[in-house]
Structures are given as structure tokens and as C-alpha cells.
């Protein structure tokens, strides 16, 4: 079982849609996670993290943790065409000072 | 944006030569990190640093080294290039440690290509 798994996608939404992108892990101990965007042939940039069950809320962006069933997702309102990309998942475990990323998932909003 | 800088962005070569890769912060970072990035495999930990000639093994080392002299250097050897290590090549750093936040910031990648 790989640490991190996401959704396999490609992912597909219409454009001002809701788009929900998933992630589970496998480190109970994992404390902190992250959601980071990567246009293609570019770098990934970091959208949020959180560290606590429950919902984060950023603009547009939601993320949600429940440790209990380690998973974590983000939620993408208003989907907008510049939302098109790909979304990593990633996990940091407690006391460690890496973080284990998913394979990511590709999203496509169409207009 | 965090101050990152790759080098070479972009290098091709033949199977069996030595390749470095740099990674150069001007953040004063403690943490520094070097990831590939394949289709299918997002990003996997190369070695990571966590001070001026600290280091650890990541998930795929092997064939790999590391060096960091400086806390605003950190390189990226392939001691003897295969094929396989085709990839992108992504340095990241990171100022903080313990649970929360820690987030990495990432520099513009480095395209190897080993014929």
C-alpha cells in the first residue's frame, strides 16, 4: 500500500462546478498535510495546509481532514478554467521532517 | 517566491557519466530537498538535508548522492547516469520543523535526459 493515494482521475468538471479532489494515507502518526497545485511543465506551488480535523477554508479553496479515516481532501468551489491542473497530495509524519507526496490528480474544468 | 535557483534547468547525456545537479536558496533555509518527478509517481524524495553537511536517504537514493557544504547549497550527484534516471529533478526547502505548517517551496524543476 503506497503512503499516499489519491484519486486516480483524470478529473473532469464543469466550469463553476464544485470540484472534490480526495487523499488517503496510510501514517497514523502523520500530523500535518498539504495540497499543492502543478500547472504543467512548472513547478508545484502550495494552495494550504492543515493540521487539524475539520475544515480549513481559503477563498475558493476548502480543505478537510478526518484522522480518524485518514483522508484528507480539498474542495474547489466556482471552478474557474484556471483551475485546470494537477493537485498533489502531501503528508508529513510526526517527527519527520519529509513530506511524502500522492501521484496527483489531474483536473480539467471546461468552460 | 521563494529565492530557489536550479542548475542546470535543462541537461542531456550519455549513460555512464557523473551529472551534478544545484540547488542554491537564498532564504537561509534549514531544510533543503531534492525530489524526481515521473509520470504515474508524483513527486519522490530523493535525500533530503537538514543542516550544512546533514543528510539523510529518501525512497529512491539509490544512484544518487548528495552534498551540502554550504546552508545555501545543496547538490545532486548521479554518480554514474542511467537511463532510468530520466526525469524532472526538484529541488524544495523548508524553514520550519515540527508539526505544523512546514510547508515546502519548491525551485523551477531541472530536466535530465540520459541517452
Known amino acids: 500500500q503506497k503512503e499516499v493515494e489519491q484519486n486516480s482521475g483524470p478529473l473532469s468538471v464543469p466550469e463553476g462546478a464544485i470540484a472534490s479532489l480526495n487523499c488517503t494515507y496510510s501514517d497514523r502518526g502523520s500530523q500535518s498535510f498539504f495540497w499543492y497545485r502543478q500547472y504543467s511543465g512548472k513547478s508545484p506551488e502550495l494552495i494550504m495546509f492543515i493540521y487539524s480535523n475539520g475544515d480549513k477554508e481559503d477563498g475558493r479553496f476548502t480543505a478537510q481532514l478526518n484522522k480518524a479515516s485518514q483522508y484528507v481532501s480539498l474542495l474547489i468551489r466556482d471552478s474557474q478554467p484556471s483551475d485546470s491542473a494537477t493537485y498533489l497530495c502531501a503528508v508529513r509524519g510526526g517527527g519527520a521532517q519529509k513530506l511524502v507526496f500522492g501521484q496527483g490528480t489531474r483536473l480539467t474544468i471546461n468552460p | 517566491d521563494a529565492g530557489i535557483t536550479q542548475s542546470p534547468r535543462h541537461k542531456v547525456t550519455e549513460t555512464g557519466t557523473p551529472v551534478t545537479l544545484r540547488c542554491h536558496q537564498t532564504?537561509?533555509?534549514?531544510?533543503m530537498y531534492w525530489y524526481r518527478q515521473d509520470p504515474g509517481h508524483g513527486l519522490r524524495l530523493i535525500h533530503y538535508s537538514y543542516g550544512v553537511k546533514d543528510t539523510d536517504k529518501g525512497e529512491v537514493s539509490d544512484g544518487y548522492s548528495v552534498s551540502r557544504s554550504k546552508t545555501e547549497d545543496f547538490l545532486l550527484t548521479l554518480e554514474s547516469a542511467t537511463s532510468s534516471q530520466t526525469s524532472v529533478y526538484f529541488c524544495a526547502i523548508s524553514g520550519l520543523a515540527g508539526a505544523s505548517g512546514g510547508e515546502l517551496f519548491f525551485g523551477e524543476g531541472s530536466r535530465l535526459t540520459v541517452l
Open positions: 532564504e537561509n533555509h534549514r531544510y
